[in-house]
């Protein structure tokens, strides 16, 4: 470069330092703003109407991890452990020679779930001893 003139990388340095730097947000930062909000008479729908939805059909970027293409993740791992209150419950003598219960003489029908925070239609039910 020619004296007096900047150079791309002078450009770029000089250009980041008038940036504005990104906030740092935390859960505690998250929940003082809540507390602040409430405590001056807001309304906790004032803080949720800043926040929406990522979903997948949104996340073209495959951000939300089960996008990810090569996303492995354990979930579950089955292991034998010793159950010291589960194995102390034994059988006991009967107390009694008559046991009561029920039959269904009418079992329950559900049918088609609609959606959208509808009643699930369903029948009624009837037992019989």
């Known amino acids: 470069a020619k004296p007096g003139e900047t150079t791309g990388g002078e450009m770029r340095a000089a250009m ?3 940036a504005p730097k990104p906030k740092k947000v935390t859960a505690a930062s998250i929940a003082h703003t809540v507390a602040t909000v409430m405590a001056s008479g807001g309304n906790a729908s004032e803080v949720r109407a800043a926040l929406s939805d ?16 090569a996303y492995l993740g354990e979930l579950w791992t089955a292991s034998n452990i010793d159950r010291p209150f589960i194995d102390a419950i034994t059988t006991k003598p009967l107390t009694a020679m008559k ?9 329950a029908t559900v049918d088609e779930y ?8 369903s029948s009624t039910v009837e037992t019989e001893a």
Do not use: S
């Open 54 to 69: 990522i979903t997948p059909e949104v996340d073209k970027a495959n951000g939300i991890a089960p996008n990810r293409p």
């Open 99 to 107: 046991m009561w219960g029920f039959k269904w003489k009418k079992r």
């Open 16 to 18: 980041a330092e008038q």
């Open 114 to 121: 609609a959606g959208n925070k509808k009643d699930i239609p």
